[in-house]
């Protein structure tokens, strides 16, 4: 019997196609932060927790050779840091398999020739593998130089002078450019702080620049879907990959803009869909992503 834990989910199989001789979904692009892990606090340090289930998807999808890509827009880890934090919750997924927007941000970087470069970002490793590949430059200052590119990462310090400084750079002609653009995060304590998209709110309507011309690199961005689709080295309409995530309009909009399937992940950061999205998801998982095992099952009828 190739589908296995069927039983477990006889009440979600009523949901597939009757009869289906073809599994629903081809291959995916999974979000790591809510769907497979989460964060927890105890005093000053921050856990990772494997979500329930989340392994035991991850060996299927290992085992079936279904696949797979997994996809962050965290900024305040390196992929090495990625790697290793999943290695200590008990995932060992291989760095290739991950793609940052980091990644995709240096890449448009350099294919740009944006080589001086003022960056927003509250992370000293993150900071240092861009003074490894690109000239930083430090705040404004009148007739200093001005960078080819402003870019905006999660920065717990972004204040009114790192705003300023950002806005004067934009208007003197440097490319803004977001690592995201998620409007918010929660933090372990339940407050919500501002993140990427709201600091790019802020420079964009103080240099007076509109929405195109904002360069984003994370998800949502096309390109980003278009990168993760062709990493994924399948020869299948994009409707046939399934995008999962905890974010709406970062993880499953952008999917969906590109053609794709979609899985809502609730999470404490959005606990249920929002009401304002124009579009609801295929699949809303309830408890685990051992749920999605049988859209990529074979069914044997
Ligand atoms: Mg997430």
């Given at each position: 019997?190739?589908?296995?834990?069927?039983?477990?989910?006889?009440?979600q199989?009523s949901?597939?196609?009757?009869?289906?001789d073809?599994?629903?979904?081809?291959?995916?692009?999974?979000?790591?932060k809510?769907?497979?892990?989460?964060?927890?606090?105890?005093?000053d340090?921050?856990?990772?927790?494997?979500?329930?289930?989340?392994?035991?998807?991850?060996?299927?999808?290992?085992?079936?050779?279904?696949?797979?890509?997994?996809?962050?827009?965290?900024?305040?880890?390196?992929?090495?840091?990625?790697?290793?934090?999943l290695?200590?919750i008990?995932?060992?997924?291989?760095?290739?398999?991950?793609?940052?927007c980091?990644d995709?941000?240096m890449?448009?970087?350099?294919?740009?020739?944006?080589?001086?470069?003022?960056?927003?970002?509250?992370?000293?490793?993150?900071?240092?593998?861009?003074?490894?590949?690109f000239?930083?430059?430090?705040?404004?200052?009148?007739?200093?130089?001005?960078?080819?590119?402003?870019?905006?990462?999660?920065?717990?310090?972004?204040?009114?002078?790192?705003m300023?400084?950002?806005?004067?750079?934009?208007?003197?002609?440097?490319?803004?450019?977001?690592?995201?653009m998620?409007?918010?995060?929660?933090?372990?304590?339940?407050?919500?702080?501002?993140?990427?998209?709201?600091?790019?709110?802020c420079?964009?309507?103080?240099?007076?620049?509109?929405?195109?011309?904002?360069?984003?690199?994370?998800?949502?961005?096309?390109?980003?879907?278009?990168?993760?689709?062709?990493?994924?080295?399948?020869?299948?309409?994009?409707?046939?990959i399934?995008?999962?995530?905890d974010?709406?309009?970062?993880?499953?909009?952008?999917?969906?803009?590109?053609?794709?399937?979609?899985?809502?992940?609730?999470?404490?950061?959005?606990?249920?869909?929002?009401?304002h999205?124009?579009?609801?998801?295929?699949?809303?998982i309830?408890?685990?992503?051992?749920?999605?095992?049988?859209?990529?099952s074979?069914?044997?009828?």
């Amino acid at each position: 019997m190739r589908c296995y834990k069927l039983e477990k989910f006889k009440n979600q199989v009523s949901l597939l196609p009757y009869k289906m001789d073809k599994p629903a979904y081809s291959g995916l692009i999974i979000d790591l932060k809510g769907p497979v892990y989460n964060e927890m606090q105890e005093g000053d340090l921050t856990h990772k927790i494997i979500t329930t289930g989340s392994k035991e998807f991850i060996d299927f999808l290992v085992g079936e050779k279904i696949p797979h890509i997994f996809a962050t827009n965290v900024t305040s880890e390196t992929r090495d840091d990625i790697v290793e934090n999943l290695k200590n919750i008990g995932l060992d997924i291989p760095s290739e398999k991950i793609m940052t927007c980091i990644d995709t941000c240096m890449g448009y970087l350099k294919r740009e020739n944006l080589e001086n470069i003022y960056l927003i970002s509250g992370n000293e490793k993150l900071r240092k593998i861009f003074d490894d590949e690109f000239n930083l430059i430090g705040g404004y200052e009148p007739d200093g130089e001005v960078p080819h590119a402003v870019v905006v990462g999660y920065d717990k310090g972004f204040n009114a002078r790192v705003m300023n400084d950002a806005v004067a750079f934009v208007l003197y002609g440097a490319r803004l450019v977001a690592l995201h653009m998620n409007s918010r995060r929660m933090t372990l304590d339940g407050r919500v702080e501002c993140n990427v998209g709201a600091y790019i709110a802020c420079i964009a309507r103080g240099a007076e620049i509109d929405e195109t011309e904002i360069v984003v690199v994370g998800k949502p961005n096309r390109e980003f879907y278009r990168q993760a689709f062709s990493r994924l080295n399948m020869k299948v309409n994009t409707s046939k990959i399934l995008v999962i995530g905890d974010d709406p309009e970062a993880d499953l909009r952008g999917g969906r803009n590109f053609g794709m399937s979609t899985a809502f992940f609730p999470t404490n950061k959005y606990p249920e869909w929002p009401g304002h999205m124009e579009f609801q998801p295929d699949i809303t998982i309830t408890e685990t992503l051992e749920e999605l095992i049988p859209y990529f099952s074979k069914m044997e009828q």
